[in-house]
């Protein structure tokens, strides 16, 4: 009798513990050239972006953000791989035409997470091959997208009725409206009847704005309607249109009742467009960091970054620890319970810890590290260890050195006060560098920053 109350325990304990949490569902929201302190949050005091504002609010916002390169199509590959960029093999922008793309060889983010059962899906920006909607090249749907739609680069002839969209390889002609609502409509139209609703999801959206060509909506450039110069204006415009298209998304999972179980990241692929002396439409605010797009300075690679999760990550937190782009990977596949591959360098970590206040650092195989060889100001590389970041030529002739818990805008080098930290981080640059270059390919050896030229087959798997 005592052996059969014992297991009639036993049986209830066991039926009555709690179901194990079904993975959450990822969405990945990458704005493009969009500045460190473009965003209200952020700190600017005229841009309006209430959506993202609020977003900063219900999640943690991360005020050490960086992207994993200080343009484009870098720090795109190093999301979907967790790899450097000279790792990976797409060293620089991709002009059209290029034979520079993320090869198959390349372990991709939607295709492990299919592994784990999500459906996936792409809307808006690729810019991860020259030979876009090519089968010279790996599209999107190669690299582990159920559903895609995408432009190569920049939508075009402009963010107004753009008419260089492809989706699922098939071209879709002009699209009425604005780039960034017309790429959050694709996503939640897949949301809401494109997916199979008995799986997690993975969902990157890629917006154009505030990339050139800007064109914003005329209720978006509203706000702005007293500054006199028309281009700010449109600037400006561009980053509320890009923070309504966000809005619109966050209100889809609400009304879809995804909210609850769907991890949301929002960052930026690099700093703002523009020379120091503001022209143009390319007036985005660095936040007063040093640089700008390109640059190895924080201006070129800090960017804005937020996580939401509701129930894991606390609402209205911040946190100062230095998180890279190549994060997202293992950070990920981390919460959908996969494993990271092990046959190959990661050089991201799994910050999931750090965005919930468990843990004050990231745990990595590598430093931070970023490569640029068409950066200007002869620092194509830098490496950050703590508090403290080294810039260097890739010839290593010139070299910088800055604390940037007591000077992040990089005003005081201070390579000849600490003179055995800079040797010390010198010499670990110039190993690590060597290494990543002895594992990617040498497309960066034989093309000029912006592409074309002779490929191996080597380099091309």
């Given amino acids: 009798m005592k052996r059969f109350i014992s297991s009639m325990m036993l049986f209830l304990s066991f039926s009555m513990a709690p179901a194990a949490e079904p993975p959450p569902n990822i969405i990945l929201f990458l704005a493009d050239d969009l500045g ?10 005229i841009i309006q972006t209430p ?5 900063a609010k219900e999640g943690v916002k991360l005020t050490q953000c960086y992207s994993a390169s200080a343009v484009c199509s870098p720090s ?20 059209a035409g290029s034979e520079v793309h993320l090869r198959t060889s390349e372990l991709v983010l939607p295709k492990l997470l299919k592994e784990k059962g999500y459906e996936t899906c792409h809307s ?5 091959n020259g030979k876009f909607n090519d089968p010279a090249q790996p599209q999107p749907g190669d690299h582990g997208y159920d559903h895609w739609m995408a432009t190569q680069n920049n939508a075009g002839p402009s963010h107004k009725n753009p008419n260089n969209f492809v989706r699922n390889g098939k071209p879709v002609g002009q699209l009425e409206g604005y780039s960034a609502p017309l790429v959050v409509g694709e996503a939640i139209k897949w949301l809401d009847s494109g ?14 704005e505030p990339h050139l060509p800007i064109e914003s909506d005329p209720v978006f450039q509203k706000p702005y309607e007293k500054i006199e110069e028309a281009d700010v204006r449109q600037h400006h415009g561009n980053v509320t249109q890009l923070d309504h298209a966000f809005g619109k998304l966050m209100k889809a999972l609400d009304s879809q009742k995804l909210t609850d179980n769907t991890f949301v990241f929002f960052t930026a692929d690099n700093g703002p467009e523009g020379p120091e002396v503001l022209k143009g439409r390319n007036r985005g605010s ?25 129930g894991h990550i606390k609402p209205g937190s911040t946190s100062d620890v230095p998180v890279i782009g190549s994060d997202f990977f293992p950070t990920a596949l981390g919460l959908a319970g996969r494993k990271l591959p092990d046959d190959r360098t990661i050089d ?54 800055y604390n940037l818990k007591t000077d992040p805008k990089e005003t005081t080098d201070l390579k ?4 055995d930290r800079f040797e010390k981080m010198k010499k670990e640059l110039e190993t690590l560098n060597a290494s990543i270059e002895r594992e990617g390919p040498d497309w960066w050896k034989r093309l000029s920053p912006n592409g074309g030229g002779p490929i191996t087959k080597k380099d091309k798997k």
């Fill in 348 to 401: 991201g970590g799994d910050v999931l810890p750090v965005l919930t206040g468990k843990a004050d650092s990231v745990k990595r195989q590598t430093p931070l590290y970023w490569r640029l060889n068409m950066a200007p100001n002869n620092l194509h590389m830098a490496m950050r260890q703590g508090d403290w970041k080294i810039l260097a030529a890739q010839d290593f002739s010139k070299l910088e050195l």
């Fill in 416 to 419: 000849d006060k600490e003179k």
């Fill in 76 to 95: 795109r590959s190093a999301l979907l791989t967790g790899r450097t960029p000279h790792r990976n093999g797409v060293y620089t922008w991709i002009q």
């Fill in 51 to 55: 959506n993202l504002d609020a977003f």
């Fill in 36 to 45: 460190y302190g473009d965003l209200g949050c952020y700190g600017n005091e």
């Fill in 286 to 310: 660095s936040g007063g960091l040093r640089g700008r797009k390109r640059a190895m300075y924080e201006g070129g690679i800090r960017v804005a970054g937020m996580a939401r999760w509701p």
């Fill in 195 to 208: 997916r199979d609703k008995t799986k997690p999801f993975f969902l990157a959206v890629w917006a154009h």
């Fill in 124 to 128: 808006g920006k690729w810019h991860l």
